[in-house]
């Protein structure tokens, strides 16, 4: 079985608070696995332990059998974790199909000097990449907006590109903050049906999404950790979950 994301026994604590509390969960590749909660349960903090962003007082993240609880968020990103922030972050000024090149060059395109020294190279390598990009483009449905500047897209479509662009860089491990948030629902439906897309044609890929949209979670996620003061309440099925008396009454007001 290939591995997945382990947390083991990890907590943080920020201005006084014990926000991430003593938490252990697992994330198995091929599978979509949801983390519900009230706000302030600790989830997208949750997510900024994993990417690095926030490092844990103690515990152990360890991704693909490596402890990376200690590593700078660029060199987890480079162990293949990517994450999509709520509020998507897309490049404005750059056109669709650039947002998603962006994501397929390696570390020595990233140097600034790059363009200048070997411009022939750069050209050679965006056409032997160009079919890759489409690729992506295709997955998502943004193909025939490809010249059209990131900017000038809806919402909805700027996720679709965010989604691509995480593809195109090849991540294994996708952690998505309410990727359904502000979506009318055809748009929710598109989204829904590129993550199941995602872990069919690619069983090495790991999903985990926060997530507030009951109905979503519900048609997507194999499994439910629910968070509740920093805490893990509950976990499961999404089925029992969603079903338990508990997680109805703290979340779901029923």
Not at 97 to 125: G, I, M, T
Not at 242 to 247: M, N, P, S, Y
């Amino acid at each position: 079985m290939m591995e997945g994301l382990k947390i083991k026994r990890v907590s943080k604590t920020l201005n006084g608070i014990r926000i991430v509390d003593d938490v252990t969960a697992t994330f198995l590749p091929g599978r979509i696995t949801a983390l519900i909660g009230p706000n302030g349960a600790g989830k997208t903090t949750l997510f900024h332990l994993i990417t690095g962003e926030l490092k844990a007082d103690s515990g152990e993240i360890v991704y693909k059998g490596d402890d990376i609880s200690k590593l700078k968020p660029y060199i987890i990103a480079r162990r293949g974790v990517g994450r999509l922030f709520q509020d998507v972050r897309v490049f404005d000024n750059l056109t669709v199909f650039d947002n998603v090149a962006s994501a397929c060059f390696d570390q020595e395109v990233e140097s600034p000097w790059y363009p200048f020294v070997k411009c022939s190279h750069l050209k050679r390598k965006i056409r032997e990449i160009k079919d890759v990009i489409y690729s992506y483009l295709n997955f998502v449905g943004l193909s025939d907006m490809d010249n059209i500047y990131a900017g000038a897209l809806s919402y909805g479509q700027q996720k679709l590109l965010a989604i691509a662009r995480l593809l195109a860089g090849g991540y294994s491990l996708l952690l998505l903050d309410e990727p359904t948030a502000g979506l009318n629902p055809v748009m929710i439906k598109k989204v829904l049906e590129i993550l199941e897309r995602i872990v069919e044609e690619d069983k090495g890929k790991t999903i985990i999404l926060v997530e507030h949209n009951m109905s979503a979670v519900t048609e997507v996620a194999d499994w439910v950790y629910f968070m509740n003061e920093g805490k893990i309440a509950f976990f499961g099925r999404t089925d029992h979950v969603l079903g338990d008396k508990e997680v109805r009454e703290i979340y779901l007001g029923m």
